[in-house]
């Protein structure tokens, strides 16, 4: 039987040195409720786990002029009492609470969400069509990378050895915007979602949208950002035409596999169908946040 | 039998304590996790055992070395096919189906051949789990993978890969030549067919699938065995039926029967999955050989891919009828998958399948089909659930291309006292018009529906089974009383039998303690299924209970000094009666119970009976659904189950079992599936990717109960355990024709066929 380390140090610096440091693998641990899951499993067998939930700034949400800061380890239950935070991107907030059960959402937080690599991991499509950013530290020092950009293929990031996300960054939105996520399961609980689509739009004063962006997830490989969905919806009153291209700007980037939780052309269409339904429930929030 | 009706009870003929709802004498230890279920018991010196599983759904295995995994430190023991006895073949029946030693054999460790992706070919005892782990990968088996089949026609196709090249179909003449797949055919035939179908201004065909579907219970298998020097054997386990576990180890390893002692654990469901046997001969032969306790505890994976789920089916119903809306003829053909052992619940389908319905002229012809999958277990109403569906469905289509009300054309048809069911019995009094009027005069029937929502209604029989039981009932000294019976309570069978006890004593429930005996303490009692406990064993406790109120009677007479026949026995007194009325103060059992000592000893009695006359069982079930046209989604909206229960004997565990059936068959009908891939491995051994329905995917079940009493029972209980599942599939899929206009014929229903069919604007694929 191979050993197992367990350190929880109290530094982003500290923390990144014991994962650059490590003989074998060495992983992370946010809230654990991918990675216990997996080491009981045999999915992963790492030599060292470097619990990040003692370390501030990743376990802390600020609020600095026009930016919202969320540590990377902060857990769904302690985000989804944060009025800040819910007030300004509800999308995001309802799609990490969408995780799991109660006891689940006590401990599983977005770090861990994206960085579990899954392109179906419910925050994901949300984060990106909040346009978030992560600030990584690694023993290079610290970077910045689009949420979109973290998940290179199924279970793979970007990150380098002993680089972790330290916290997500999204910006204050301006007024007369909204965002919602909707994902499809087929029970209405503890699933994995087969479609996840994110909606963020902002709207004029005219209630033109000038400004959207589309995340969708378990649609391919990795989740993705739909640059097309915006363009269908950035310069019209976001009607019928308008949600109609943008359903079908969603449909035309998936790329997805028949897998035992559904075909392609079911992914296919479903993502049109959610992202239509997610602007419609951003837009009634822009709307209402005039 | 005929002793419990006039001489026991209360007294007066009306019931005290049968019918009210006392909290079951399991709840507590159930809700504060006190109670012991399978993997809860450890013994000093226990060895870990693990089971090590093909990886393919049919190879031949040419060589087992495992010398390596003996070798290594801390293993105690290994069994592959070398360790265990060749087993001749042998039928014997087992409630509702067939076993076969040699297949059983076969199927706990693989012989020849794997079968099944999950088929166990070796175990290994050892010290630790770590231990067991590393000696499985150290086992070598040399496979010849061969050629596999999943699907049921499939298999039976001429060209199929064959599973059991000594297997030549039974039931039809001439014998065939070459062996298939195909085990045996059943056949029942009634009336004039020709005739019926020429009286019919209506006829419907159509062709329907199900997959196959598992228990789902939330205990895993689990078994700790030790074997002692002497051959006396030992075995805890969380089993149906604790005689039936002893009887196949005995069977399979050749120990006598007597030489083993099967303790039930408490239960964590079982649904009918745990009436047969998987880990418990191999641990008990790791035990003999290691010389120390073994434990085996099933990973939720291991019980997916390795024990049984039911029959998937492919059927087809031809039905027609008059314009006024009388069946006149009917025939089904059935092909029900078995797994990779014969022994599909074919049967029983083809007996329930028509049974609602009072049809002069009908056929049904069936097929038990071996396939490379596991070997099929019991669930719930086994075999009935998968012909019900194809009947129902094709019953609501006539109704509705009559023009008539799906509840009235059901009930013009309907089975009642005096119809001769297809298999042969005349029907006594049943409840299926009962049923069907509580379900059309429901509230539930009536309300209005809203757009992409649709109702739908279907009916089910199941005949539920009697049998074998003992019961035993002990005084205490302070007129207490213990109940000890044999059947492991997976369906709150304690609590209706220390209801019906406690009525025939004439004391309050809470003095009645129910206990599950282990296989030495209590006489032979066949196993938990076939919804026969709460009325075989009831009957049993009945029984003894009236031997009881014998002796108290003859215990008060004696310290009276009166004869026997001046006491009798009411509300839990002895009173002097006929000329002596009056004569003494009444005597509780707790005084007669004190005085036990001088009047002739412990007062306690024994009943063994071998039950008849169980009473069919019939539901009807009410189902709203909304469609969501674009994702294919179906949400249950409302649903309303109704239920013959002879007499409800606590209504609440009879409401328990309507509401588990229905949540069952709704998972069943819209989500749950095995799934494998093309090398014939399963996809989805999880509950997170076999979908059945969580509490939020459902809406509360109404459950309501109809009383049509069984003649046969005292009280008049009937079986209510299995019924329930019967109906549910049908109901969601005519819910869902009334929604959209379209009739789903395979299932699941799940979202993506759903839209496809949607999308098609017709029928779904594959029928
Ligand atoms: C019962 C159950 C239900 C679930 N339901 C859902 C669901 O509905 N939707 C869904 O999307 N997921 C679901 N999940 C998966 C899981 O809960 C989520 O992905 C969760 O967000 C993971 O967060 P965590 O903090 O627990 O991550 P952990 O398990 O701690 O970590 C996950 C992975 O990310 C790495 N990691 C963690 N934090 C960082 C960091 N800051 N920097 C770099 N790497 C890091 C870890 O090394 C590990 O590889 C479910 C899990 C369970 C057990």
């Known amino acids: 039987m191979s050993s197992l380390r367990f350190e929880a140090p109290e530094t982003v610096e500290d923390a990144v040195r014991l994962l650059a440091d490590a003989d074998g693998e060495a992983m992370p641990l946010a809230g654990g409720t991918d990675l216990l899951v997996q080491l009981r499993t045999d999915f992963v067998r790492p030599g060292l786990i470097v619990d990040l939930k003692r370390i501030p700034a990743l376990m802390d949400v600020t609020v600095n002029g026009d930016d919202i800061r969320v540590g990377a380890a902060v857990s769904g239950a302690t985000l989804g009492k944060n009025k800040a935070v819910t007030s300004a991107w509800p999308g995001v907030v309802e799609a990490l609470e969408l995780i799991g059960s109660t006891q689940i959402q006590g401990r599983a937080s977005l770090g861990g969400n994206l960085c579990n690599g899954s392109p179906a991991a419910d925050s994901v499509p949300a984060l990106i069509a909040a346009g978030a950013v992560c600030e990584v530290a690694g023993p290079n020092g610290a970077r910045s990378v689009p949420v979109e950009d973290v998940i290179t293929g199924p279970g793979q990031l970007c990150l380098g050895p002993g680089e972790i996300v330290v916290s997500f960054v999204m910006p204050k939105p301006p007024p007369r915007s909204g965002d919602a996520y909707l994902r499809f399961i087929p029970r209405t609980e503890m699933d994995i979602a087969v479609v996840g689509a994110g909606v963020a739009l902002t709207l004029d004063e005219a209630g033109v949208c000038t400004h959207a962006r589309l995340g969708l997830g378990a649609v391919a490989p990795t989740p993705l950002l739909v640059e097309d969905g915006a363009k269908a919806l950035i310069g019209t009153k976001v009607d019928d035409d308008a949600l109609a291209n943008l359903a079908a700007a969603a449909s035309a980037a998936c790329n997805p596999i028949d897998d035992k939780r559904g075909t392609i052309a079911y992914r296919v269409k479903v993502a049109g169908v959610l992202a239509r339904r997610a602007a419609l429930i951003a837009l009634e929030r822009a709307r209402s946040n005039g | 039998m005929a002793t419990a009706k006039q001489e ?98 076969q199927n706990v460790m693989a012989r020849e051949k794997a079968l099944y992706d999950g088929h166990a070919v070796a175990a290994v005892a050892a010290t630790t789990a770590a231990i067991a782990k590393q000696a499985l990968d150290l086992i070598e088996v040399d496979y010849e993978v061969l050629p596999h089949v ?8 001429a060209d199929a890969p064959v599973l059991h090249d000594d297997m030549f179909t039974q039931g039809v003449e001439p014998t065939p030549e070459t062996p298939s797949n195909v085990f045996k055919k059943v056949h029942f035939q009634s009336g004039d067919l020709d005739k019926g179908f020429a009286e019919a201004d209506i006829v419907v065909e159509r062709t329907f699938t199900t997959k196959p579907v598992h228990q789902g219970y939330i205990e895993p298998h689990a078994v700790v065995a030790s074997a002692g020097e002497d051959g006396q054997c030992e075995v805890w386990c969380c089993t149906q039926g604790q005689f039936t576990v002893r009887a196949y180890c005995a069977n399979l390893l050749g120990i006598d029967i007597g030489n083993i002692r099967v303790t039930p654990s408490e239960i964590g469901g079982g649904f009918g999955g745990k009436t047969v046997v998987y880990l418990e001969p191999v641990a008990l032969r790791l035990s003999q050989l290691a010389g120390r306790p073994v434990k085996i505890v099933m990973s939720r994976e291991e019980v997916f891919r390795a024990s049984g789920p039911t029959s998937g089916g492919a059927m087809t119903i031809k039905m027609g009828a008059t314009k006024d809306g009388k069946i006149t003829a009917a025939k089904a053909w059935l092909a029900y998958q078995a797994g990779a052992f014969p022994g599909s619940p074919i049967q029983p389908g083809c007996m329930c399948v028509f049974a609602p319905y009072d049809i002069e002229n009908a056929e049904v012809e069936g097929y038990d089909v071996v396939v490379n999958r596991p070997k099929v277990a019991a669930y719930r109403a086994p075999g009935a ?35 001769r069911a297809l298999y042969g019995p005349k029907f006594g009094p049943v409840g299926c018009i009962e049923t069907l009027e509580a379900a059309r005069n429901s509230e539930h029937y009536s309300i209005p529906l809203g757009p992409n929502q649709g109702r739908g209604i279907a009916t089910g029989f199941w005949f539920n089974i009697g049998g074998e039981s003992c019961a035993t009932i002990n005084v205490n000294e302070d007129g207490t009383a213990t109940v000890i019976e044999g059947n492991p309570d997976i369906g709150g069978s304690r609590a209706s039998i220390q209801l019906q006890a406690a009525e025939a004593l004439g004391i309050p429930p809470e003095k009645v303690r129910p206990l599950v005996a282990d296989t030495d303490s209590i006489g032979y009692t066949f196993l938990t299924g076939g919804s026969r406990v709460t009325f075989a064993t009831g009957m049993a406790a009945i029984d003894a209970a009236g031997k009881v ?28 009666s006929g000329s002596n009325a009056g004569d003494f103060e009444p005597m509780s059992m707790a005084e007669i119970a004190a005085q036990a000592g001088k009047t002739g000893g412990p007062i306690a009695a024994t009943a063994s009976i071998n039950a008849q006359g169980a009473g069919p069982g019939f539901g009807t079930h009410v189902c709203d659904v909304e469609v969501d046209r674009e994702t294919g989604r179906v949400t249950v909206l409302r649903y309303t189950a109704v239920q013959d229960a002879g007499k409800a004997v606590h209504p609440s565990y009879v409401e328990g079992q309507i509401q588990g059936g229905a949540a069952q068959g709704i998972g069943w009908a819209l989500n749950e599936e095995y799934i494998y891939d093309k090398d014939g491995r399963l996809e989805n051994p999880g509950f997170l990717d076999y979908r059945m329905p969580v509490a939020s995917d459902l809406p509360m079940i109404d459950a309501v109960i109809v009383e049509v009493p069984n003649p046969n029972h005292p009280y008049g209980v009937r079986g209510v355990g299995e019924t329930p599942i019967v109906p549910p599939m049908a109901a969601v899929a005519n819910a869902i024709e009334n929604a959209t206009g379209i009739r789903m014929t395979d299932l699941p229903m799940s979202p993506p066929r759903l839209l496809e069919a949607l999308d098609n604007g017709g029928a779904n694929g594959g029928s």
């Open chain 2, 385 to 419: 659930p998968i012909s019900e569906f194809a009947a129902e469905g094709v019953v609501d289509e006539i109704a509705k291309k009559l023009g008539i009300d799906p509840a009235e054309f059901r009930l013009m048809n309907a089975a009642k006292e005096g119809t």
């Open chain 2, 8 to 105: 026991i009870g209360n007294g007066n003929g009306s019931l005290k304590y049968v019918g009210t709802r006392p909290w079951r004498p399991d709840g507590v230890d159930k809700v504060t996790g006190r109670a012991k279920f399978g993997a809860d018991l450890s013994l000093p010196g226990m060895l870990v055992g693990r089971v090590l599983r093909s990886p393919h759904a049919h190879a031949r295995i040419r060589c087992i070395d495992a010398s390596k995994a003996r070798a290594l430190p801390g293993v105690k023991a290994v069994v592959t096919r070398d360790e265990m006895p060749e087993v001749p073949s042998q039928w014997v029946p087992a409630g509702e189906v067939q076993v076969n030693y040699r297949d059983m054999s």
């Open chain 2, 549 to 576: 109120v014998e002796q108290l009677r003859e215990r008060a007479a004696k310290i009276w000094d009166i004869p026997v026949e001046a006491v009798e026995w009411e509300d839990g007194y002895a009173k002097p």
């Open chain 2, 150 to 157: 999943i699907d049921v026609r499939e298999a039976m196709q």
